[in-house]
């Protein structure tokens, strides 16, 4: 059986599962229990597992983030919830130096299978400190896997893959694709969704839609902003094909080269920031291996490398979006 | 006969364990050295890198270890030596790590600042203050599966100005766990003395800021502070919640290998070694007639011979293959 879930409800299902099947999984983080989490990933799991499981904490992130590592040397399986990537700031000690780094320092003594779900993105005017992506300089470090879902289907999948996987894992969601009723959200990020548990595998990209001229690889949001592209751009004759990248760590590479070979075009959309970031890394990863059988010099759309501004004009103008990705498919075509 | 109702065969535990790291400190810090005349090098000899020993602190793990199991977790700092050999790290496998060799805990990966033993629940971190949270975890860990083990960590009194130190404390005493904070308080934060980077005299005051108990302990004294420690991991296995502990110690080296001392005054040196816990315990177990010279003189020498093959077994283990490097950063391989 399923049915068409929002992302939020999706995620909070997954978890439930989980925490059904495996008593050591729990949940911790800022307004996770009674509140269900402020984008609604928790909502209803204080009610099924009570406050021990499903553990609201001070606004504490190093502290939380940092008990989630001693809790996972003594064999449980903790999800943390930080807010807002935005503010991970606080707390990036005890994720860059400590949970990503512990199983290479112990020499594989020691595993970390620690889910760090956060929040990202812009677009409702929410500025510079509440906005981010961020997942670039999550992904830079090693040791930490990175899932990003676009849809409720990925997003139920990729969180049971993230909970069973024994490595710490960052898991993304995008504000704007949660389907809450106070954020717009585009109708098809809600998709079906079994009931029963199912897993994404991490690692595995998607093509999301097939074409011939050109590679569009992006993650997340910005996936349906190319979706909308890619029909404007069948109406004057150029077929884009689409990937959904969905995990960044570790990097579906074939799925990229095998579609980068048949369009020999590549556009990245990134709405993380543009230098030194996930856009830079899928190019030089096409250019190493398949750079000669290129059309035309890769492009990318990013966010420019300035904060995110607030006010709505100066967001949309620096968000990349459908009308940016039509404009540069069309100079790389011609 | 004992002390103080302390068994003989644990006091004569404590005064093998004392000595042992003493010798074991001293030997490293000739070693240190080799290849690293008349040029100091750091990346040269058989010890690279940075070294902090313990030297003079000696009480403070043994005092607190004594009254551990092997399922009790210690999250240590920098300086972890003495802890590690308290807490019962196989000391073969630790000297093969600071070697950096196969042998080593985690095959040469980790290193002096970062040993790992998860078969005794010990672990420890190069950064300042990041133990706090860890512990609070383990902590947890024990709560939410109702086991009776606790957890210790291990900060100086220079971590107790970091937020992890605040947030770790408000954290395990809002959820009453099973942790025991153990400030080691040696008077210098590297060059900064306790009295200009602390608003306290005694870190003990700020347990009341968390409404638990805290304590001071003079370092130079190891029944006080195995009593104190007894109190307070007792009271934690009991399910009573955490206590802070903070123990005057002295520094009998630099804060580093290779560190001058320029900053330090004289009379601070001078008062370390007359403070020396290890020669005031081996008095007062020969006055209080626990042990004769003899007796006292046996241990030594086992311990001496127990470091020297330690050594040795160091030097003569191999180095890890250079391609190691590569492997080992997530637990599914890769």
Same mark, same amino acid.
């Given at each position: ?11 909070? #299902? ?15 983080? #800022? ?29 504490? #992130? ?18 943390? #919830? ?253 | ?334």
């Amino acid at each position: 059986m399923s049915r068409k879930l929002p992302m939020f409800k999706a995620i909070s #299902e997954a978890i439930a599962q989980e925490m059904e099947r495996d008593e050591n999984v729990f949940v911790m983080g #800022e307004d996770i229990g009674a509140y269900g989490g402020i984008f609604g990933a928790t909502q209803g799991l204080l009610e099924k597992f009570g406050p021990e499981r499903v553990r609201d904490t001070p606004i504490s #992130e190093s502290a939380f983030i940092g008990a989630a590592l001693g809790a996972a040397t003594k064999g449980l399986r903790p999800i943390v #919830e930080l807010m807002f990537v935005d503010f991970f700031g606080v707390a990036m000690d005890q994720i860059y130096n400590h949970i990503a780094k512990a199983h290479y320092m112990s020499g594989g003594q020691i595993r970390m299978p620690v889910v760090i779900m956060t929040a990202m993105g812009g677009g409702y005017c929410d500025a510079a400190q509440h906005s981010q992506c961020l997942y670039g300089l999550f992904a830079h470090v090693p040791g930490l896997k990175i899932v990003i879902p676009s849809n409720s289907y990925d997003a139920k999948g990729l969180m049971i893959s993230a909970i069973r996987d024994d490595d710490p894992v960052m898991y993304f969601f995008h504000k704007m694709l949660m389907g809450l009723e106070w954020m717009p959200s585009p109708e098809e990020a809600a998709v079906e969704v079994p009931e029963e548990p199912y897993t994404v595998p991490i690692g595995e990209a998607k093509v999301v839609r097939e074409g011939d001229d050109v590679t569009i690889t992006t993650v997340a949001r910005m996936v349906y902003e190319a979706l909308w592209a890619a029909k404007e751009l069948e109406k004057e004759g150029i077929s884009a094909e689409i990937i959904d990248l969905r995990t960044l760590v570790p990097l579906d590479k074939e799925t990229i080269l095998q579609s980068v070979k048949k369009t020999c075009r590549l556009l990245v959309v990134d709405e993380d920031y543009r230098s030194y970031g996930m856009s830079g890394e899928i190019i030089a990863t096409v250019v190493e291996n398949i750079g000669n059988e290129l059309k035309s010099p890769p492009m990318r759309i990013a966010y420019p490398d300035i904060p995110i501004p607030y006010s709505r004009v100066l967001e949309k103008h620096v968000l990349p979006d459908k009308e940016k990705i039509v404009n540069a498919v069309k100079a790389m075509v011609q | 006969m004992g002390v103080d109702n302390i068994p003989k065969e644990t006091l004569l535990e404590m005064f093998k364990t004392m000595h042992k790291i003493r010798t074991y400190e001293e030997a490293l810090g000739e070693v240190y050295y080799e290849g690293k005349t008349p040029n100091f090098d750091i990346s040269a000899g058989p010890i690279p890198g940075e070294l902090h020993l313990s030297s003079g602190q000696e009480s403070a793990a043994v005092g607190v270890c004594i009254h551990l199991r092997p399922d009790d977790a210690v999250v240590g700092t920098h300086r972890a030596h003495h802890f590690a050999i308290a807490k019962g790290v196989d000391l073969k496998k630790m000297t093969a790590e600071i070697f950096g060799k196969a042998t080593g805990l985690s095959g040469g990966k980790g290193g002096h600042m970062h040993l790992f033993d998860a078969s005794v629940n010990f672990s420890c971190s190069g950064i300042v203050g990041a133990s706090f949270p860890q512990a609070v975890g383990v902590g947890l860990a024990a709560k939410m599966k109702g086991e009776d083990y606790v957890a210790v960590a291990i900060g100086g009194e220079g971590a107790t100005n970091q937020g992890t130190f605040h947030e770790a404390l408000n954290m395990a005493a809002i959820w009453k766990l099973p942790v025991i904070f153990v400030i080691e308080d040696n008077g210098w934060a590297v060059s900064v003395p306790k009295d200009k980077s602390t608003a306290v005299a005694d870190n003990s005051e700020r347990a009341k800021a968390y409404g638990i108990p805290g304590v001071s302990v003079d370092g130079g004294d190891v029944i006080a502070v195995y009593k104190a420690a007894k109190e307070a991991v007792e009271r934690a296995r009991r399910g009573e919640g955490p206590t802070l502990i903070e123990i005057r110690v002295y520094r009998l080296r630099g804060h580093f290998e290779g560190d001058p001392q320029l900053y330090r005054p004289k009379e601070d040196l001078e008062l370390a070694t007359a403070k020396d816990p290890l020669p005031k315990f081996e008095r007062l177990l020969m006055e209080k007639r626990v042990a004769t010279e003899e007796e006292l003189n046996r241990i030594k020498e086992e311990n001496e011979k127990e470091v020297r093959d330690a050594i040795e077994f160091a030097r003569n283990s191999l180095y890890p293959e250079p391609e190691e490097a590569l492997k080992g950063v997530f637990a599914g391989g890769g």
